[in-house]
């Protein structure tokens, strides 16, 4: 049994930056690719970014290309996603999520393990 838990979330104002943090037990993090999901109020989750089990391979949702990046390290069983240039639009829960394969995904169909979520909240 694969256990996530998320860090780093919190209160920042448009054009900040955080870093999220995701740490996994239990399972075999470094052959898995890994995710972040994000979830607004009154919204259905959707997919923001996605890594490779080796790092090589990565992901973004048009919404976040070029201000958000995932990297892993896979010693420290953890992966991160770097946000920055914040905006208002980016206020939600944030999720990591282990997935069924190697191989990066958007669907949230490919990961069967997610954490708990991590709250952004950003301010304009």
């Known amino acids: 049994q694969v256990q996530l838990v998320e860090s780093g979330g919190g209160l920042v104002q448009a054009g900040g930056s955080l870093r999220l943090s995701c740490e996994a037990s239990?399972?075999?993090?470094?052959?898995?690719?890994m995710g972040w999901f994000r979830q607004a109020p009154g919204r259905e989750r959707e997919f923001v970014a996605a890594i490779s089990w080796k790092g090589g391979s990565t992901i973004y949702a048009d919404s976040v290309k070029g201000r958000f990046t995932i990297s892993r390290d896979n010693a420290k069983n953890t992966v991160y996603l770097q946000l920055n240039s914040l905006k208002p639009d980016d206020t939600a829960v944030y999720y990591c999520a282990a997935g069924r394969r190697m191989y990066v995904s958007e669907s949230y169909r490919e990961y069967n393990y997610w954490g708990q979520g991590t709250q952004v909240t950003v301010s304009s």
């Open positions: 239990g399972g075999t993090f470094s052959s898995t690719a």
